[in-house]
Structure formats: structure tokens, C-alpha cells
């Protein structure tokens, strides 16, 4: 497993993976804060595509990714991740929203469970989940990251009132 560092506007962004597949991206600061596993190996080679696009999305010019992505899970936290992806970009979907769009509208809690053990946030979008009642809730990388996420893609998404 190779790890990087990618900086951004909302701290540095640790990025893991192999094989050309990223399979991790997390935040500096959070509760879901962390480092490198001691067995990981240091390379900034091996994201350079990653952290192309990752400058491309935090200078208003990229909504989409193109990467490779390899998030482990249980199948039932790949089909959350896989409904996070078709949330679009300046847009915010619902817990309950995404518990219905994976046909299991009672797995709310479950899919809030799941959202909230992405392991490649951002890219897979998470901080576009929010309360029902529209109100920004738990994130990995903290409320103010999240809050920052959301109006800065509102902003380049031609959405922004």
C-alpha cells in the first residue's frame, strides 16, 4: 500500500492505495482524522493523477473524478457509496434519500452508519448528505469542512443564488 499527501484549502488530504486504485482519502482534522499505517509506503508518484484532479476540483474546474477507486466494504456499504457517487455536484441528498434510492428505505440509520465510514471522502461525496431537515449533521472531517464543501461547490456549480 502506497500513501501521499495532497494539500487543499481544507488542510492536507492524506491519499492510500495500490495498483493505480485509490482506496483511501482522508482528512487532516475530523474525528476521522489520521496517518499512514506504518506499513505504507511513502510515493507521490503513484497519486498524480489523484492529486491533478483534486487541485483541478479545488480551483472550480473539475465536478467530476476520474479515478480508479477501490473503497472497501460490506456489500451493503458499496451500494451506499455507489449512491453517494450519483449525487451530482452543488447537490445535497438525504439519508433517507439515499436509504430509498438503494431500495431499502428503512435502512436510514445503516446508511448514515455507512456514509459515515466512507474511505474515500470527497471523491466519493459524503458531505453531500445531510439531516432531513436540510441541516448539515456528523462528518468525518468536521462540520466547518463540510459547510465549506457544500458552498464552495454551490458556488461553481452555477447553483449559488
Known amino acids: 500500500m502506497f ?3 495532497v494539500d487543499s484549502p481544507i488542510g492536507p488530504l492524506l491519499l492510500s492505495g495500490t495498483k493505480g486504485c485509490l482506496s483511501g482519502l482522508y482528512f487532516s482534522t ?10 505504507w509506503q511513502h510515493s507521490d508518484a503513484e497519486f498524480l493523477p489523484v492529486k491533478q484532479q483534486l487541485d483541478e476540483y479545488f480551483a472550480g474546474e473539475r465536478k467530476v473524478f476520474d ?37 431499502n428505505p428503512k435502512s436510514v440509520r445503516a446508511v448514515g452508519s455507512a456514509n459515515g465510514n466512507n474511505p474515500i471522502a470527497l471523491i466519493i461525496p459524503c458531505h453531500r448528505v445531510i439531516g432531513s431537515n436540510g441541516n448539515l449533521t456528523g462528518f468525518g472531517g468536521g462540520l466547518e469542512t463540510k459547510r465549506f464543501l457544500l458552498e464552495f461547490e454551490m458556488q461553481h456549480s452555477g447553483l449559488w443564488a
Open 30 to 39: 475530523g474525528s476521522k482524522a489520521r496517518g499512514p499505517d506504518p506499513q
Open 67 to 103: 479515478i480508479n477507486l477501490a473503497p472497501k466494504g460490506t456489500p451493503f456499504q458499496q451500494s451506499v457509496l455507489a449512491a453517494l457517487q450519483d449525487i451530482p455536484y452543488g447537490e445535497t441528498r438525504s439519508y433517507g434519500e439515499i436509504a430509498v434510492a438503494i431500495g
Open 3 to 5: 500513501y501521499s499527501y
